[in-house]
């Protein structure tokens, strides 16, 4: 076999172009497999199957590195199908050959690129590259841009979008960041098809911010007529859903402020506003600090704060921080929101529960969006991609309703306070004739005193003064309008000496024991001059005991009696015979009058009434009577504290029917306090003392806020109780 060297050389150079044509058609239909062939026919393309993606973890590359030659390498297709990338904060470099058909080049016929929706959060940077690689045009477009490149074309529904020119744009390279869940498509639309489905985005949008802005006017108008401030709380909160979805959606450059410095912080203290609305909206529309007063101050805390943020969002020029501050304190303000619904239920609070189901409407499709567009768990369709929006409408239409219910139910409730206010009114007018019943005997026995030439003067168990005679009145100067229940001790000159004590401190003694003494010398304060006069005190009466104080009497008799013991006698008669008293009544003008024969005749009878009676008021209370008015005294301190706030010793105070004592340097109500236990219960016990305390409490007692009913329907129980066990001693 002869060997021909230029045969040999023949074949190394066909095998060498052979290889080299297979190494350039891999290249070339590796490069041409990820263009996009353009024909008049495409409406619409998706082109996640057209573009490559290069990953910036470090957000450091530039344009200039990014297009270079070394780096085309770098650039696949290792990307999810529907270009959703979850959270990242990597910047994302996109890279789009463009393949125009001829017919499309003669015509001029632009197409356009939408990258979008939703709308990346952070800056999209798009360059336009001819078919030598040049860079025909360069743009920036964010959300709150207030200038716009002539290539961009602004749409209401949709993402950003470029026009391109056929022939002219060969390649596209996007940059683009995300600061919440980066989904970012990119569609290739033509003019007609992008019209046609901006025109189905519009109706969406129209029929969101047309439903905000007519409940806003609504509501500001009924404001306006009604003059309720829960209709101007919600036309702020309504106005501040507004404001946050133009910020969430860029829709702020459709205001044409032209101004980046507001349109950048209108958008940042958006989430600030919505956090103050909606806090004052729900304080003042479940009216929390009526039922809750505690929580009512977290949210007197929670509003000013907000308030604060709002304004530091505001100024500076770099609100960064502030905002992330907004958006950490608005979980705050969602966590004190959850708490007042749940304990307004628990309360069994009707407006709680109206608020708390239009919020869970609401809150259904800011879940869902937020679970879509920032956390990315949910997949993209279209009730997931606008369910944020459709649930702030819902929620913002719905509470305009639950405004309206609210106002019908406050009626409702006024009509029905009304009803029971007419009722409560009848039974305190009960409970006061109640009352003025058991000051009956005492009354009887002041009319009788009315008669009497004698210096009189009556003081209750307080020391307060009960009755005054003319006699006495004309002691003083004073008329008996100026001393009716006016405090004995300040008609005292000298409070120095015993018997003066004993006259400023009448319940200080012992409650067991008559109260009977002759004072020599006792010092008046009259309107003109100080008055020594003389003079007898004796406790009247046990159940119904008061105190009664003669002057200079001038029939005073030794060996006779005086007119102190006959009524002392008189009272205690009446309480040992109880149901009888009424035959007594006739003896009662001989008290103070009688001569003394008279006297010493009653004194007989006095003596048979004890024998009669076997010492009867000197015999233990009945049980079931001690309980009942330990009970009754219990129950009446309990609904007054509770409703009124107040101690018992201003309760001793403004009933003016138990004494106040100093002990220790504390002010006590030492009588009173015998009534609430067994082991201090007096012998004797002043049960309508005790009636009277119950039905003054019970008078007091306007409503039922701050009380439960349980508690005010027991003390008149009780009252009932008492009066059936004492009815054969009220006559």
């Not at 770098?74 to 463009?98: C, I, M, N, S, V």
């Not at 120095?496 to 006259?503: A, C, D, I, R």
């Not at 003389?534 to 002057?551: P, S």
Request: charged fraction near 20%; charge should be negative; proline fraction near 3%.
């Amino acid at each position: 076999m002869t060997f021909h060297p230029g045969s040999a050389l023949k074949w190394y150079i066909r095998t060498l172009l052979v290889l080299t044509a297979l190494l350039l058609t891999s290249a070339f239909s590796t490069a041409w497999s990820q263009s996009v062939s353009i024909d008049p026919q495409l409406e619409s393309l998706s082109l996640a199957d057209h573009v490559l993606l290069l990953q910036d973890d470090a957000t450091t590359l530039t344009f200039a590195e990014v297009s270079s030659a070394e780096m085309a390498s770098r650039f696949d297709q290792d990307f999810p199908a529907d270009l959703d990338f979850g959270y990242t904060d990597t910047a994302l470099w996109f890279k789009l050959e463009l393949d125009w058909d001829a017919a499309l080049i003669d015509d001029g016929t632009p197409y356009l690129l939408e990258i979008g929706p939703p709308k990346p959060t952070n800056d999209v940077f798009v360059w336009l590259l001819d078919e030598y690689g040049d860079v025909q045009e360069s743009m920036h477009m964010h959300n709150n841009q207030t200038e716009h490149h002539p290539r961009e074309v602004r749409t209401l529904p949709g993402g950003f979008v470029v026009r391109l020119e056929p022939g002219v744009d060969s390649t596209v390279y996007i940059r683009a960041t995300s600061f919440r869940n980066f989904h970012v498509p990119l569609t290739l639309w033509s003019e007609t098809a992008f019209k046609r489905n901006e025109a189905q985005g519009i109706l969406i949008m129209g029929l969101f911010y047309g439903t905000i802005g007519i409940m806003i006017l609504y509501n500001l108008f009924l404001y306006l007529t009604v003059r309720d401030r829960n209709y101007l709380y919600y036309v702020a909160y309504a106005a501040a859903v507004l404001l946050v979805y133009l910020g969430i959606n860029g829709h702020m450059v459709f205001l044409d402020l032209n101004d980046n410095y507001f349109m950048r912080h209108l958008s940042g203290a958006s989430v600030a506003l919505l956090s103050l609305t909606r806090l004052q909206f729900t304080r003042s529309f479940l009216d929390i600090d009526s039922y809750n007063r505690a929580l009512g101050r977290i949210f007197g805390l929670l509003i000013p704060i907000a308030a604060v943020l709002l304004l530091l969002a505001v100024i500076p020029e770099d609100f960064g921080l502030f905002q992330g501050s907004s958006l950490i304190f608005s979980f705050f303000a969602i966590a004190a929101i959850i708490y007042a619904m749940v304990d307004g239920v628990v309360r069994g609070h009707a407006l709680a529960k109206l608020y708390l189901l239009v919020t869970l409407i609401g809150e259904v499709g800011v879940i869902v969006g937020f679970a879509t567009l920032v956390l990315g768990i949910l997949p993209h369709n279209w009730f997931t991609d606008n369910a944020l929006f459709l649930g702030l409408m819902a929620e913002t239409v719905l509470f305009s309703f639950a405004l309206a219910w609210r106002v019908r139910l406050l009626e409702g409730e006024k009509q029905q306070a009304l009803r029971e206010k007419a009722r409560l009114e009848s039974e305190i007018q009960q409970f006061q004739q109640a009352e003025q019943q058991l000051k009956q005997s005492q009354n009887r026995l002041h009319q009788i005193l009315e008669h009497s030439d004698l210096s009189l003067v009556a003081l209750n168990e307080a020391g307060y003064i009960t009755f005054a005679s003319h006699g006495f009145c004309s002691l003083l100067g004073l008329n008996k309008a100026e001393l009716q229940e006016a405090e004995f001790v300040t008609l005292l000159a000298d409070s120095s000496g015993e018997e003066q004590f004993v006259l400023g401190n009448l319940t200080g003694q012992d409650d067991d024991s008559d109260l009977a003494m002759t004072i020599d010398s006792l010092a008046l304060q009259g309107r003109d001059a100080e008055i020594v006069v003389r003079g007898q005190l004796a406790q009247i009466g046990v159940e119904d005991a008061f105190y009664l104080l003669v002057l200079n009497d001038p029939r005073y008799e030794e060996g006779s009696g005086d007119p102190l013991l006959a009524f002392r006698m008189m009272a205690q008669a009446r309480d040992r015979l109880g149901s009888v008293s009424k035959q007594l009544q006739s003896l009662e003008p001989l008290l103070i009058d009688a001569a003394p024969r008279a006297r010493r005749e009653l004194q007989e009878v006095f003596e048979k009434l004890n024998s009669l009676t076997a010492n009867g008021t000197d015999s233990p209370t009945s049980h079931s009577l001690k309980s009942r008015l330990i009970e009754t005294m219990r129950l009446a301190v309990e609904c007054w504290e509770m409703y009124t706030g107040k101690t018992k010793v201003e309760l001793a105070q403004e009933s003016k029917l138990w004494a106040i004592v100093i002990d220790n340097g504390r002010l006590r109500t030492r009588t009173l306090d015998r009534y609430l236990g067994e082991e201090s219960f007096p012998k004797r016990p002043r049960w309508r003392q005790v009636a009277r305390t119950g039905y003054f409490v019970l008078a007091a007692i306007k409503d039922k806020q701050n009380l439960p009913a349980e508690t005010r329907e027991a003390l008149k129980y009780s009252l009932l109780e008492l009066q059936a066990l004492t009815s054969g001693e009220r006559s």
